[in-house]
Structures are given as C-alpha cells and as structure tokens.
C-alpha cells in the first residue's frame, strides 16, 4: 500500500502546526514539505504578523543592518552550503562568501526558499496563538478568532521582547513618551528629533543595530550607550585561518577549567599567528557538549562569571558595522559608558538620566536590554498558557524552555510532550548554543524530520 492512495479529503490530513514564521518557522516547515512526499500532510505556520521569514532578526528594514554571521555560513541548508551565495549571484546580490548581507535581504531569502518548495500542502495563517492544548487526538491551536486541530505541533516562537527597563533600585521607568520598550520599532527611532540626544540602554547587538539607525539618519543627533560592563561586541576581521582546530577539555568539566583552556588555546593560537576568533570558532561544533557536560552548579558559574566575555566574542559584529561606530564615537557622536540606570526623571516629552556621576538630558531612552529569556517573566499569551497547565516549563537556568537535546518538549513533570517539539533560541538552556542559523537549520531538519517519521507511520497505520 503505499502512502498516496491514502490522498483524501481535508479532514483527513495528518496537520503539523508551526507556531512562529521566522526563521526557524520557514526552516521548520521548508524541511518538513521536502522530507515529506506525503500528499495527507498538511503544514501550517501560524505568524503573528501574517508575513513569513522575518521575524525579530530579519524584520528590519534598515539596509545599514547586516547579518552578524559570514554569508558562508547562512545557509538554510546544512548539507548545502553555497545555497545562499547561488540566491545572492542570482538575484543581483553581493556573492562574497566572506561578506555580510542586509538583514532584511536574509528574509527575502527564506521567503524565496519556502516558495520553491512551497505545494498545496502548505497554508500560512496570520494571527498570534494564545494556546496549544494537547488532547487525546493532538493539540488544539486557540487563535484570537479560531480553533483548529493539529496532529503535531513545532514551537517556532524565537526571542521574545526585551524585559521591561528597570532602574537599578528595581522601580520600573515609567511609560512615556520618551520611552521607547521596543528597539525593534524602527519608525519610533526615526521620528525622534534631527538633533535629539539619546540614551540606549544596553551594548549588544541590538544596541549597535539602534545606534547605526540614529546616527546615520541624524548627523546631529548623539547617544549614549550604557550597560554595566561598557562592552561591545567585538568586530569580524578577515582572517587567515579560519580552520583552527580547537582543543575541547575532556572528561568532567567546570566552568573555570574551560575558561583556562580557552586561554591557553588563545596563546597556543597567537604563537602560531593565528587570532583569538579562529579559537572561538573552533570550539563552536563542540560547545552544545560542553555545555551538556557542565553540572548544574558549573553552568550557573559560567552564566556569572563568564557568559558576557564569551558573548561579545563570539556574537560578533560586522567590519563595516564596526568602521561605524568607531566613526561616530571619533566625531563625539557615540559615547559608551560602563554603569546602570539610576534615575529617570520624566520632563514630559523629555527626560533626565542619571548613571553614574553622569545626567543626560535625554529626548529618547531606548531600551536594548536584549531579547528576554526568562519564560517565567513572559507576557506572551502563548507562553503564560502553556506554563500555568504545565505543559512546558522552564529549563533549570530559566534561559527559554526545557526540552530534551533532540528538540522534544518537557513538561513541568519532566516528561517529554508526544509530538510537541522547539526549535531555535528557547532552547538555550539545554544546548547553550541555539541563537543562530548554523544550529536552527541543523534543529529544524532533526525536529522535521522526527515529526516527518511519526506522521506517516500515523497515516500508514491509518
Ligand atoms: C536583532 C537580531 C539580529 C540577529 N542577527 C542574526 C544574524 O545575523 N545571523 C544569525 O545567524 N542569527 C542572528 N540572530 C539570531 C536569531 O535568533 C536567529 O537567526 C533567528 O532569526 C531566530 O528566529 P526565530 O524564528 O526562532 O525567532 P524570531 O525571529 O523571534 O521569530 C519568531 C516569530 O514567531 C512569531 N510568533 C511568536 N509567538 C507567536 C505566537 N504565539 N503566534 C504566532 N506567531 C508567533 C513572531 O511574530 C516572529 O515572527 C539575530 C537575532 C536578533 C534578535
């Protein structure tokens, strides 16, 4: 018997359900229509904003916001690592593999790549989902407006919101009209006044993503970054050798024995002529085990200790992007300060901040606090739903959601949910190393490919 004489109608479909059209939503779903023949399959992403391949990272419609990642390593495809270059040569694009497209150019990308593999089995709904309630036959998806059934269900919803800017004693800064919550809404930024001074809170990526849409667009204007360590990310350089071949500590680790080892990998590197990033990226195929390998206890250390240093090396921030901060910051334009926010005294449509031994008088304060990944201090409907049945919880280190290392969902029992599985950043709590695409595509193909293997085993036995 084989599985197209079961082709039948609607009701009859094995439905799989991608909560999340962003990157790991239409990575998700191109591969479960291409690992899939099955004509009974019916995949659908449900996407807040109704348009797919954008998401948070590559919402932005800022041309000046490039990927923090070499386009060489972009590809939605693991097995296939030239397919974003072939996009880029065949769409007029800049082809360097060394380079770093527009962000907003990346979304083109997977819109195009989900097009291509795109048959009637695919639908996208627009609408946020408030609920997955499992029951005996699947899950249910609660929109706003609608109920539908799924036979299997891939949480896709990425990073959340940044949590709501607090002074350093823990009051909140209040809502007004200098306070910007979102510093993904780029049209608040660009109505700000042509010489307004602001304060971003906040040095990461997000951060430089802010400050280059202000002061390119606003000669006259000034920001000041502030974050308790004063760090920023640290620029790519072209590099020499890029296939260094990191020595990973075997056996039982702890934080500081990696820390120790990374160091000296860094010497043995430099003796060698060969920089510290080439380390860094050596250890990437190997950082998901060490991070398996840390007890507990380790984990929390290297959140305390060491986390930020790791981050600003390794989420690196492109030459160009670099080139410009340093340009401002020469101009007096871009000041980064180490402290946090003290006081905020609301003037009304501006505003006064305190921080250190420093007062800014503020037209804008940006928070770029990061994307958060406390689930338990969530306000997404989903995510509140979800965690007050039990049907998810959060991981030990509260850094998304807990699942096991092949992407199944646990729920607050530590059980693993039938047919409800995670892919991308919420699963940094048990993989570390979940943020970007060379890991989403790698847990979007394994995810598919899991849910491709038990929906037709399903329509078999149907
Ligand atoms: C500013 C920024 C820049 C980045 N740049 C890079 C880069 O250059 N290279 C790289 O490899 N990685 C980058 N990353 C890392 C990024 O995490 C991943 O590359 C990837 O974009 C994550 O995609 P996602 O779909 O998991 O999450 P998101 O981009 O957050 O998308 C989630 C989507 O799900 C939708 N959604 C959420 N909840 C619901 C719901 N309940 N119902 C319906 N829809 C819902 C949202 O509307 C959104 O469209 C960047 C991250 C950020 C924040």
């Avoid at 920023?232 to 075997?250: D, I, R, S």
């Avoid at 080892?261 to 003796?271: G, K, L, S």
């Avoid at 729920?411 to 570390?432: E, I, N, Y």
Wanted: glycine residues 8%; contains cysteine; hydrophobic residues 40%.
């Amino acid at each position: 018997m084989t599985l197209t004489e079961h082709r039948g109608p609607v009701a009859e479909r094995t439905r799989v359900a991608v909560i999340g059209g962003g990157a790991s939503g239409v990575l998700t779903a191109i591969n479960l229509l291409v690992r899939s023949d099955d004509p009974a399959l019916e995949v659908v992403i449900h996407e807040a904003s109704g348009i797919v391949g954008r998401g948070i990272a590559y919402g932005t419609n800022d041309q000046r916001h490039l990927l923090n990642v070499r386009a060489r390593h972009m590809s939605a495809f693991p097995d296939s690592p030239s397919d974003l270059l072939d996009w880029a040569l065949r769409t007029g694009r800049s082809s360097d593999p060394q380079g770093f497209l527009p962000r907003a150019d990346y979304a083109i990308y997977l819109q195009d790549r989900l097009a291509d593999v795109a048959d009637d089995r695919l639908r996208v709904r627009a609408g946020r989902v408030l609920d997955v309630v499992p029951s005996a036959a699947g899950f249910e998806i609660v929109t706003e407006r609608s109920r539908s059934h799924a036979d299997a269900v891939v949480l896709c919803h990425g990073n959340q919101p940044p949590r709501p800017l607090t002074l350093a004693d823990g009051a909140p800064v209040p809502e007004a009209p200098w306070h910007v919550a979102n510093p993904w809404e780029l049209a608040r930024l660009r109505a700000l006044p042509a010489e307004a001074h602001v304060v971003v809170v906040g040095t990461g990526l997000t951060a430089v993503d802010t400050v280059i849409t202000l002061l390119e667009d606003g000669p006259e204007r000034e920001v000041t970054m502030l974050s308790r360590h004063g760090l920023l990310p640290k620029p790519h350089v072209g590099q020499a050798h890029t296939a260094w071949v990191t020595k990973v500590p075997e056996g039982p680790v702890t934080a500081d024995a990696i820390a120790a080892a990374v160091t000296e990998e860094c010497q043995a590197a430099a003796e060698r002529g060969v920089g510290w990033r080439a380390v860094v990226d050596g250890l990437r195929p190997a950082t998901q085990d060490l991070w398996r390998r840390l007890p507990h206890a380790e984990r929390e250390r290297f959140l305390q200790v060491y986390a930020r240093d790791w981050e600003v090396r390794r989420h690196r921030m492109a030459p160009d992007v670099a080139l410009r901060l340093q340009r401002y910051r020469y101009e007096g334009r871009l000041h980064v300060r180490p402290g946090t926010l003290e006081g905020v005294t609301d003037l009304g449509e501006r505003c006064r901040v305190t921080a250190g031994a420093e007062t800014h008088d503020a037209d804008a304060v940006v928070n770029c606090t990061g994307p958060l990944s406390d689930v338990r201090r969530s306000a997404d409907p989903l995510i509140q739903a979800l965690l007050a049945r039990g049907t998810v919880a959060p991981d030990p280190l509260a850094l998304g959601l807990d699942a096991t290392p092949e992407g199944q969902v646990l729920d607050a029992a530590g059980l693993p949910v039938p047919d409800l599985h995670l892919v991308g950043p919420p699963r940094k709590g048990t993989l570390w190393e979940s943020t970007a695409i060379p890991e989403i595509r790698a847990q979007a193909a394994q995810v598919a490919a899991t849910v491709v293997q038990r929906t037709s085993r399903r329509t078999i036995a149907n």
